[in-house]
T-cell receptor
Framework: GQNIDQPTEMTATEGAIVQINCTYQTSGFNGLFWYQQHAGEAPTFLSYNVLDGLEEKGRFSSFLSRSKGYSYLLLKELQMKDSASYLCAVRDEDYKLSFGAGTTVTVRA | IAGITQAPTSQILAAGRRMTLRCTQDMRHNAMYWYRQDLGLGLRLIHYSNTAGTTGKGEVPDGYSVSRANTDDFPLTLASAVPSQTSVYFC????????????FGPGTRLTVL
């Protein structure tokens, strides 16, 4: 099984940077995903890491360290529309995803 | 292209009733999944299907059944609903080939009274 931890809530100011950490303990590892979920909507795919290092996609970046069981999602130049929950998910050796409980990010003007 | 559709959008159901949640995808994805999402617990896998004709149990399968008669459809059935099955249910499908990203439907909000 998987144990995935991420902070429950974070608040930041418009234009700022926020880093959402995710730690995991797994019985196997086949990649880590980040999803964004606005209230009342479906999760949408943001990023994928399978090798150590940083993946950058515009204002969003995701980092992975497999040896430390650690990832973070970095949101730069925050906008009001970035207010959402961010879900960390780890894929195991059977290609099944296990999700963290999610981090609710509130962006304030 | 619609992607993944789910029906109904929401439903209030009396305990003991049978209910089928529908999920259809038009992306020709081989794998499909059902999750439930509860406050503070995140998404939990109920059942999955790697390809048409096969299904498997996820983390919380009790009280639920699925079938996969074809590639596009993956219905989830609650044989006799109980209040603890009150949740938001998401269907997902994943593309074939790396990174096999999962894409989610809009969800069904189910309340069992």
């Amino acid at each position: 099984g998987q144990n995935i931890d991420q902070p429950t809530e974070m608040t930041a100011t418009e234009g700022a940077i926020v880093q959402i950490n995710c730690t995991y303990q797994t019985s196997g590892f086949n990649g880590l995903f980040w999803y964004q979920q606005h209230a009342g909507e479906a999760p949408t795919f943001l990023s994928y890491n399978v090798l150590d290092g940083l993946e950058e996609k515009g204002r969003f970046s995701s980092f992975l360290s497999r040896s430390k069981g650690y990832s973070y999602l970095l949101l730069k130049e925050l906008q009001m529309k970035d207010s959402a929950s961010y879900l960390c998910a780890v894929r195991d050796e059977d290609y099944k995803l296990s999700f963290g409980a999610g981090t609710t990010v509130t962006v304030r003007a | 292209i619609a992607g993944i559709t789910q029906a109904p959008t929401s439903q209030i159901l009396a305990a003991g009733r049978r209910m089928t949640l529908r999920c259809t995808q038009d992306m020709r994805h081989n794998a499909m999944y059902w999750y439930r999402q509860d406050l503070g617990l995140g998404l939990r896998l109920i059942h999955y299907s790697n390809t048409a004709g096969t299904t498997g149990k996820g983390e919380v399968p009790d009280g639920y059944s699925v079938s996969r008669a074809n590639t596009d459809d993956f219905p989830l059935t609650l044989a006799s609903a109980v209040p603890s099955q009150t949740s938001v249910y998401f269907c997902a499908s994943s593309e074939s080939g790396p990174p096999d990203t999962q894409y989610f439907g809009p969800g069904t909000r189910l309340t069992v009274l």
